[in-house]
């Protein structure tokens, strides 16, 4: 027998806290360095406002915030993901992103149910990989309240 | 399909057509005599049905060619022009409109047309085309074949068409002795320069006489815009011969035949004025000659309109693209202009002001180039409101002034909508039907009027109506009973309030929901769409005289002029156009009235909206040093005074949305992105004073 072609998931890889989290390639534009923010006043506690991505005016969200993980400080290796969804473009920030894989489609699992924490809804399945674990967002859920 | 890179363009060019359409037959109404008007919808109509049956939409090019019989058969003078006629007509290009519409969106545009198909088949069968029509009164063209079959035998009639003038100076030099000649030269088929052959035999025709006319024209003959074969009148001393041979000398030349024209030719011809329309020799020519009078005619009632506007056709996509690269030089200039002050060096100073210059030429190109005459929204309404009008047996004239204003495009295609509501309002409420008018001593005619101008920053539209005018103490009534106000604050509400209550959300006056204005969403929805747009409405009634519902729009979107303010480290940006003046005030100064702080400006008392407060600015130290910046703002005729840290000053600024992810901000209407390049948010005034 010869071996399945096996199907890939390009993903991009960012911390959080202790955990790895992937988002599809597909829906990343770009990932940028911390830059000044412009508060937005009268929106939810993760938006931490807007930047100037080249001339378009990007909203930003505080990942750690929307998950409800206590805030970090570390602002060296703290990065904004770029990401884009149905017309939407909003910047995500990461504490890094570290990697580019492809995940094998059939290495990913739905979510065990045990995760008792406040980010089990932004979460579409994990994917185990020799000894990593990385966390796939449901992107959808994590911008639509 | 192959043919889809062609579809768009279709779409747009038929839409054109069908609006040509409707205009003409609207001023056919008017004129139902004058057959220039049927002749241009005829072309309309005409080239709308080569296109569509090139596109293969066999329905929509079956109508059109119905219609287009019609339109013949009145062109020719078969029908006479009755209301009836033109209702049929009109349904067609509604029906055809619809089609069109169809097929933009995405539609085969097919529809079931055969009632009106009949009606206009029973139209162009409804008088015998015999009867009366081609003896009596025939088009041009064929009396002119015919008359070109009779006169064909003449064998040396003039082949040029002359005017007074000319025939007199031909007529003149044949009795003084010259020989008045009409030379036919034809070029080799091969004749690569025919405009440089042209140009010999002009010389030598001009060498042995005097040139008076040509066929094509000199010009055009220049642009060698002509087959093989010219024709030019030429009054001369030297005899036929000697001219044939010398034009033979000039290479390239087929043919040349020489007809002296004789004094008898030309007393007939001038006796015969009207009917030399054009008098061919050939058999060829007969077929030919009545065909190009024809597009003369064409030509000559075209001409004007195609050429007095020079334009291109350039997508929208392009022209924001080049909006958006406009709106970063923009930013680049700010940027530029801090450093230049930063630096203080004199010529970049001077470089950078020129450039400064150079870009505001600039940015009035850009801007103008996006704005459109209101016309493209304005043109719908005379048909819709002649369809209104009958439905409703009311008798209406629609008045259109302004059309020609100008305004932004982004503008121009949300505007539609809410204009289409405002006629349908004022045709289905305010004008009253014929006999209530003429109790009331009015004319059974109403009058609606839709204007359109300029004014400062703004392009106000309104649109007046002469009917029944509002009537108060009915809103009043009805907008208590729908809870929309209570009892206690109606008794204070001015009369301007109470007509704008009928622009408050879950409010219809009509008793009767009609087809035509209560579709469930009321005048609200005009309202939304005009506040979104940044303008606002306003309406004036009085009851019994008429209601004029006023529109005021900001001319663009996109490039507006604001006064920047520091609160602690956030810099915010508020449209200069709200803006009455700025001041600063003592700590003294400061009233309070019903927990409310408010000031005294110029005799008004003014209620005080802490920014920071509003937009919860973490303060990081309370600097208080006695003084507070204020920023004067209007809405209507409502002031308030928002208090800011600091002014930094005036600038032009390009408007950016925050995305759709942020949308709907409380008193954030948009953002900028400044000279430093850190985006600025712009507050939103109306939505700060309730």
Wanted: hydrophobic share 40%.
């Amino acid at each position: 027998m010869t071996a399945v072609e096996q199907e890939y998931l390009k993903v991009i890889v960012f911390q959080l806290a202790d955990k790895e989290y992937a988002i599809p390639v597909s829906n990343v534009q770009g990932i940028e360095k911390l830059m000044h923010i412009t508060r937005v006043p009268k929106t939810s506690s993760f938006v931490k406002g807007v930047i100037n991505l080249r001339g378009v005016v990007t909203p930003l969200i505080d990942l750690r915030e929307r998950f409800g993980l206590p805030v970090s400080n570390n602002e060296e290796t703290t990065r904004i993901i770029i990401i884009t969804l149905e017309e939407m473009e909003v910047g995500f920030i990461v504490d890094s992103a570290n990697d580019v894989l492809d995940i094998p489609l059939n290495a990913i699992e739905a979510q065990p149910e045990v995760v008792g924490s406040n980010e089990e809804d932004f979460i579409s399945g994990v994917a185990k990989l020799e000894n990593r674990l990385l966390i796939l967002l449901h992107l959808d859920k994590v911008l639509n309240p | 399909m192959e043919l889809n890179q062609y579809l768009e363009m279709f779409i747009e060019e038929s839409k054109e057509h069908l609006q040509s359409c409707s205009d003409n037959l609207l001023e056919l109404e008017k004129n139902p005599t004058d057959l220039a008007i049927v002749n241009e919808i005829f072309r309309s109509a005409h080239t709308l049905k080569g296109m569509s049956a090139t596109m293969g939409y066999e329905d929509l090019a079956d109508l059109t060619h119905k219609m287009e019989n019609v339109l013949d058969a009145i062109r020719n003078e078969k029908i006479k022009v009755t209301a009836d006629i033109l209702d049929v007509v009109f349904e067609s290009v509604d029906h055809l409109e619809a089609m069109v519409m169809d097929i933009a969106n995405g539609g085969d545009g097919k529809k079931d047309v055969s009632q009106t198909v009949e009606k206009l088949k029973r139209i162009e069968l409804g008088e015998s085309p015999l009867q009366n029509s081609t003896v009596s009164n025939p088009p041009e063209g064929s009396a002119a074949a015919e008359f070109a079959a009779t006169t064909a035998i003449l064998d040396n009639a003039p082949q040029l068409e002359y005017d007074d003038f000319e025939k007199t100076v031909l007529l003149q030099s044949t009795e003084q002795g010259y020989n008045a000649f009409e030379i036919v030269v034809t070029l080799n088929d091969s004749c690569l320069l025919k405009a440089a052959r042209v140009y010999m035999v002009f010389d030598i025709l001009e060498k042995n006489g005097d040139v008076v006319k040509s066929s094509p024209t000199v010009d055009r003959l220049e642009e060698e815009q002509f087959d093989q074969e010219f024709k030019v009148a030429l009054i001369s001393q030297t005899d036929a011969e000697e001219l044939r041979s010398k034009i033979l000398k000039v290479s390239e030349v087929d043919k040349v035949s020489i007809t002296q024209l004789s004094e008898d030719l030309f007393v007939q011809s001038v006796v015969n004025q009207s009917e030399v329309v054009a008098q061919p020799t050939t058999e060829e020519l007969t077929v030919v000659s009545p065909v190009e009078v024809k597009k003369d005619e064409v030509a000559q009632k075209n001409g004007p309109k195609h050429a007095a506007s020079k334009t291109i056709r350039v997508s929208i996509e392009r022209l924001d693209i080049l909006m958006n690269l406009f709106e970063e030089l923009v930013i680049d200039r700010g940027r530029l202009q801090s450093i230049a002050t930063e630096v203080n060096h004199s010529e970049l100073n001077e470089t950078v002001e020129r450039m400064s210059r150079t870009m505001g030429d600039l940015q009035n190109i850009v801007l103008t180039m996006r704005m459109i005459p209101i016309e493209t929204v304005f043109n719908r309404f005379p048909k819709m409101v002649r369809t209104l009008s009958r439905d409703l047996k009311k008798k209406i004239n629609l008045e259109v002034i302004g059309a020609e204003t100008e305004l932004d495009r982004t503008v121009i295609d949300e505007i539609g909508d809410p204009l289409v509501h405002l006629i349908r309002n004022s045709v289905d409420h305010g004008i009253e039907s014929p006999e209530i008018r003429r109790a009331n001593g009015k004319p059974e005619e109403g009058n609606v009027t839709l204007r359109a101008y300029h004014s400062g920053n703004y392009v106000f539209i309104e649109i007046e109506d002469d009917g029944a005018g509002i009537n108060r103490e009915r809103v009043l009534k009805k907008a208590i009973s729908k809870g929309i106000v209570t009892k206690e604050s109606a008794l204070s509400m001015s009369d301007k309030q109470i007509n704008e209550l009928i622009l408050a959300s879950g409010f219809s006056t009509a008793e009767v929901i009609s087809d035509i204005s209560g579709r469930g969403v009321g005048l609200d929805v005009v309202k939304t769409t005009i506040e979104s747009l940044g303008g606002n409405i306003s309406i004036e009634s009085t009851e019994g005289v008429g209601s004029i519902f006023s529109i005021q729009l900001p001319l663009t979107l996109s490039i507006i002029s604001v006064m920047l303010v520091e609160i602690e480290q956030e810099i915010y940006a508020i449209p200069l156009s709200s803006i009455i003046e700025t001041s600063i005030i003592k700590n003294s100064d400061i009233l309070n009235a019903h927990n409310q702080k408010v000031i005294d400006f110029r005799g008004k008392v003014v209620p005080l909206i802490f920014l920071d407060e509003i937009f919860d600015v973490p303060r990081t130290e309370q600097a208080e040093d006695g003084y507070h910046s204020v920023v004067i703002v209007r809405k209507g005729d409502k002031l308030a005074g928002l208090v800011v840290d600091t002014f930094i000053g005036q600038q032009e600024i390009v408007l950016k949305s925050l995305g759709n992810y942020l949308s709907n901000i409380f008193a954030i209407s948009g953002a900028t992105i400044l000279g430093n390049g850190k985006v600025a948010l712009i507050v939103d005034c109306n939505a700060l004073m309730k």
